[in-house]
């Protein structure tokens, strides 16, 4: 399984460094392959057993409303924002075009 787990993630590495702008170092790719063959022992839980379990957090309860907040709009100036930006062309913002290393960022 592990190997199987490794051969997926180095597919998906060049897809991933071309969409993040970002190269992936071995160490990287090993830690990815390790997080990812850890999560799998969720897979080895039989949930047939566990019927009696009841959940201790509940987003929402049966007996209760839960109301969204009323959010205000508030006008943004242009200007402000613009003032964020590093750099500029004819007043758009512009993006790192070169690959970064992901210890660099």
């Known amino acids: 399984m592990a ?3 490794k051969q997926s993630v180095t597919k998906l590495v060049p897809l991933l460094e071309r969409l993040s702008l970002v190269r992936i ?3 990287a790719l090993d830690r990815v392959t390790r997080c990812i063959e850890f999560s799998q022992q969720i897979d080895q839980i039989d949930t047939n057993k566990l019927a009696n379990v009841k959940p ?3 987003p929402t309860t049966d007996d209760e ?3 969204m907040r009323d959010d205000s709009i508030e006008r943004t100036d ?3 924002i613009i003032k964020n930006a590093q750099k500029l062309v004819e007043d758009y913002f512009v993006t790192p075009n070169k690959h ?4 660099d960022l």
Do not use: P
């Open 3 to 5: 190997s199987t787990v």
């Open 25 to 27: 170092n071995q160490d």
């Open 100 to 103: 970064k290393h992901y210890s």
């Open 56 to 58: 201790m957090i509940s």
């Open 78 to 80: 242009r200007i402000e």
């Open 65 to 67: 409303c839960i109301y």
